[in-house]
């Protein structure tokens, strides 16, 4: 494709070298450049692109480009100002629009959206309709599963795998969309078809500094539905139960169907209730009336946190218009995400459960889910992660001493603050509410092994922060870690 036409509609500050010229691809990884590419010179949080310009030339880019300058730059050189907005649009127009071809749902919220985008896509599998899904655990579709460094990747690999989702002819595409993507545009100027929003609760305020700031960023995935181009009905499915919900349900910006969903009461002409709820140890069930039909519902699932996700699921799946009665069949057999909830094998007399959970809301959710299986004691470890919002550290704290019978304090992703120094800010919580059912061991392999070795009969212990990852960041270094397969290892070889 020709460089002059790929930037026909963008603006640029200024060209430096000639635009007639032939692109073969693109690229804004210095590293996996090829000959003909166009090289995108991000800022990132710890270095600058420009910096790689060199290197990209020298691996083939014949244009970079970046929002200054590059000195005695060797190819075409296009200075914009934003680098991240304009890969977007010149990577929709290389890929020739592939989100117009796809039916495209959209989950955001503070938990739920991997649960979430997981049953639906167990739901479809069960339909035999092909989906492609991408999220925190990985980017999937077809028989190609690519490990997820991002929830929401960049829109240049966001449209090379909807490009190819278009051509194994998969209709629809599932995508966890988070905060941060909506805020630095990743997903500037895809069109979607559906938004969910699960809920809103404190975290990534290192990043948003308010809660307001990070209510804003997700609405820009809701305001962006009246975008439609592919003429075709739009839907907000919205928890109701939740403050921002409310706000989101109320907001007359929203252009699109509004589909209410909650636990409580029904909101709006288009909704999907669950009434008359019973948790228990196996699973749970609730009357559903919706919009779209009632009956009666019994899932696998424990806990109210994922009634919700079930509705959610509800939603989207009747909403894109499949069959009612089909998809309430397939709800009772419905598959939960890694890592959310999941049991480690090895145990006869007491359980050892992983859990995600890294807010102090997803924290109290897990919690409660567990407290239904009537546990002899509830044993949680837990940790919060290094460069991150430190104010939820206290709060998780408070939780975990309050709804746990004794608790290790631990540590997550140090990244590059002191682990023991996390750990303080952690127990400031327990101190507050004057609990000292706790324990500090910073070695999170040695906390989860005291942990384990200090469980009885029926008691369950909870490893939460984690869940499906497989790695702790320490400084700048991923180190393999999985509390899986920690805990698994702790009872073969000690219980």
């Given at each position: 494709?020709?460089?002059?036409?790929?930037?026909?509609?963008?603006?640029?500050?200024?060209?430096?070298?000639?635009?007639?010229?032939?692109?073969?691809?693109?690229?804004?990884?210095?590293?996996?450049?090829?000959?003909?590419?166009?090289?995108?010179?991000?800022?990132?949080?710890?270095?600058?692109?420009?910096?790689?310009?060199?290197?990209?030339?020298?691996?083939?880019?014949?244009?970079?480009?970046?929002?200054?300058?590059?000195?005695?730059?060797?190819?075409?050189?296009?200075?914009?100002?934003?680098?991240?907005?304009?890969?977007?649009?010149?990577?929709?127009?290389?890929?020739?629009?592939?989100?117009?071809?796809?039916?495209?749902?959209?989950?955001?919220?503070?938990?739920?959206?991997?649960?979430?985008?997981?049953?639906?896509?167990?739901?479809?599998?069960?339909?035999?309709?092909?989906?492609?899904?991408?999220?925190?655990?990985?980017?999937?579709?077809?028989?190609?599963?690519?490990?997820?460094?991002?929830?929401?990747?960049?829109?240049?690999?966001?449209?090379?795998?909807?490009?190819?989702?278009?051509?194994?002819?998969?209709?629809?595409?599932?995508?966890?969309?988070?905060?941060?993507?909506?805020?630095?545009?990743?997903?500037?100027?895809?069109?979607?078809?559906?938004?969910?929003?699960?809920?809103?609760?404190?975290?990534?305020?290192?990043?948003?500094?308010?809660?307001?700031?990070?209510?804003?960023?997700?609405?820009?995935?809701?305001?962006?539905?009246?975008?439609?181009?592919?003429?075709?009905?739009?839907?907000?499915?919205?928890?109701?139960?939740?403050?921002?919900?409310?706000?989101?349900?109320?907001?007359?910006?929203?252009?699109?169907?509004?589909?209410?969903?909650?636990?409580?009461?029904?909101?709006?002409?288009?909704?999907?209730?669950?009434?008359?709820?019973?948790?228990?140890?196996?699973?749970?069930?609730?009357?559903?009336?919706?919009?779209?039909?009632?009956?009666?519902?019994?899932?696998?699932?424990?806990?109210?946190?994922?009634?919700?996700?079930?509705?959610?699921?509800?939603?989207?799946?009747?909403?894109?218009?499949?069959?009612?009665?089909?998809?309430?069949?397939?709800?009772?057999?419905?598959?939960?995400?890694?890592?959310?909830?999941?049991?480690?094998?090895?145990?006869?007399?007491?359980?050892?459960?992983?859990?995600?959970?890294?807010?102090?809301?997803?924290?109290?959710?897990?919690?409660?889910?567990?407290?239904?299986?009537?546990?002899?004691?509830?044993?949680?470890?837990?940790?919060?992660?290094?460069?991150?919002?430190?104010?939820?550290?206290?709060?998780?704290?408070?939780?975990?001493?309050?709804?746990?019978?004794?608790?290790?304090?631990?540590?997550?992703?140090?990244?590059?603050?002191?682990?023991?120094?996390?750990?303080?800010?952690?127990?400031?919580?327990?101190?507050?509410?004057?609990?000292?059912?706790?324990?500090?061991?910073?070695?999170?392999?040695?906390?989860?092994?005291?942990?384990?070795?200090?469980?009885?009969?029926?008691?369950?212990?909870?490893?939460?922060?984690?869940?499906?990852?497989?790695?702790?960041?320490?400084?700048?270094?991923?180190?393999?870690?999985?509390?899986?397969?920690?805990a698994s290892e702790i009872l073969k070889n000690f219980r």
């Open positions: 494709m020709n460089l002059k036409n790929l930037i026909d509609s963008i603006k640029v500050k200024k060209i430096f070298g000639n635009t007639d010229i032939d692109i073969r691809g693109l690229s804004y990884d210095s590293r996996k450049v090829s000959e003909g590419d166009i090289f995108f010179a991000l800022n990132g949080a710890h270095t600058n692109g420009i910096e790689f310009a060199d290197q990209a030339i020298s691996k083939g880019a014949v244009c970079i480009i970046s929002d200054t300058k590059i000195d005695n730059c060797k190819c075409t050189n296009l200075i914009v100002d934003d680098v991240f907005s304009c890969m977007s649009k010149i990577s929709a127009k290389f890929y020739d629009y592939p989100d117009k071809k796809l039916t495209i749902i959209g989950v955001t919220g503070t938990n739920g959206k991997t649960s979430i985008t997981y049953m639906t896509e167990s739901i479809f599998k069960k339909l035999n309709i092909d989906i492609g899904v991408i999220g925190t655990i990985s980017y999937r579709y077809a028989n190609v599963v690519i490990d997820a460094p991002n929830t929401t990747p960049q829109s240049l690999d966001l449209y090379k795998m909807m490009s190819e989702m278009v051509k194994l002819n998969i209709k629809y595409l599932i995508m966890e969309v988070s905060s941060h993507s909506l805020a630095l545009g990743r997903v500037s100027g895809i069109e979607f078809d559906i938004a969910v929003f699960t809920n809103l609760t404190q975290d990534h305020l290192d990043f948003h500094k308010s809660m307001d700031n990070y209510f804003d960023a997700k609405k820009i995935l809701f305001y962006s539905l009246s975008v439609n181009l592919k003429n075709n009905k739009k839907f907000a499915i919205i928890n109701s139960d939740d403050f921002y919900g409310k706000q989101l349900l109320e907001d007359s910006n929203i252009t699109a169907n509004k589909i209410s969903y909650s636990a409580s009461s029904k909101t709006g002409s288009l909704f999907c209730l669950a009434k008359n709820i019973l948790l228990n140890s196996t699973g749970s069930c609730f009357d559903l009336e919706s919009s779209f039909g009632n009956a009666q519902i019994n899932v696998n699932q424990i806990g109210l946190h994922n009634i919700y996700n079930i509705l959610a699921v509800f939603c989207i799946c009747t909403s894109i218009g499949l069959e009612f009665i089909k998809v309430v069949d397939c709800l009772r057999e419905i598959s939960g995400a890694p890592g959310r909830l999941e049991r480690v094998n090895g145990s006869k007399d007491f359980s050892v459960i992983v859990d995600y959970a890294h807010t102090d809301d997803a924290l109290k959710n897990v919690l409660s889910a567990i407290k239904n299986l009537n546990p002899a004691k509830i044993i949680t470890v837990f940790g919060c992660g290094g460069n991150r919002d430190k104010t939820k550290r206290p709060k998780m704290a408070k939780v975990a001493c309050s709804m746990s019978d004794f608790v290790f304090i631990t540590s997550d992703n140090p990244r590059e603050e002191d682990p023991d120094e996390i750990i303080k800010d952690i127990v400031v919580g327990a101190k507050e509410i004057n609990k000292t059912n706790y324990r500090t061991v910073a070695d999170r392999k040695e906390a989860i092994k005291q942990a384990i070795l200090g469980a009885n009969k029926n008691d369950v212990v909870l490893i939460a922060g984690k869940g499906h990852e497989n790695y702790q960041i320490i400084g700048r270094t991923k180190i393999h870690f999985d509390d899986r397969e920690t």
